[in-house]
């Protein structure tokens, strides 16, 4: 998982994959494994033969299920140049296929 | 599930019931299948019993934590009107109770 | 659970908490409870042993996960003073730790 940081304006955050996600939470590693782990229960990888999805050729479909639960993207509210947060919050992308190069779109919302 | 197409300028897509979701992923119908099975586990129907919201007459419970997983709303980027849209992203409605008429709000941000 | 009553204008509700939620749902005390012992079921807080974050000394990751489902913000379009909601639709705040005071960060978008 990336970590981003921005500047100034209303800002919308989202990924652009259909199996990753952007996301606000805590900057700590215990939390993101804990993550990994938790969304393996709630939507296995395995058995891939599972999900209707992958007899296109895909074995991700457990990764469009991941995405759902942590979100597609975030809006952030800026004020004079700083993100409204609250002390814990940090924007984070999370991969849960990993086969492409992927991109995330910032984009200003207003002026 | 319905698929949506949209025109120009930033965008908030929105369902406007709380059974129901718009989200953001791939227009595959294994995936939109798998999404079903997937929800009814992670929220099973039955027994309607299980849940006390129903004790107001509601038979739907399940269908409001579904949405929750699947997301209320979607904010779309566009530039030059054109949705900023990763190659496999798009717009659709889920329902998940099936009882009313439904509507979505697509509204403009910005100008 | 805690409801929100609002204004004119565009605008983005959003926790500062990463352990809270801000969502749309309907107001009824039953379907409360229900989303309680339901993210229960999927993000146990016992036994706090099984989440590497909790050796930082927190006891709350199950909240971390709790307000991912949930979801941290939502976007509610406004036109001319009302907000465009369906008719069960109002904004609510989850607290799935509670060991903090909280804040919720309410932005105009647009003018």
Chains 1, 2, 3 share one sequence.
């Not at 952007?22 to 599972?50: M, T």
Request: charged share 30%; aromatic share 10%.
């Amino acid at each position: 998982m990336a970590k981003f940081q921005s500047g100034k304006c209303d800002r919308l955050v989202n990924a652009m994959h259909i199996t990753a996600s952007v996301f606000i939470n805590e900057d700590e590693s215990g939390l993101h494994g804990d993550y990994d782990r938790w969304l393996e229960k709630l939507a296995p990888h395995e058995p891939v033969s599972q999900y209707r999805h992958n007899d296109t050729g895909e074995d991700n479909t457990d990764a469009h299920m991941k995405r759902q639960i942590m979100g597609r993207e975030v809006v952030v509210a800026i004020t004079e140049g700083q993100q409204d947060f609250g002390p814990w919050e940090q924007i984070f992308y999370g991969e849960f296929d990993g086969r492409r190069r992927k991109r995330v779109l910032i984009k200003i919302i207003g002026e």
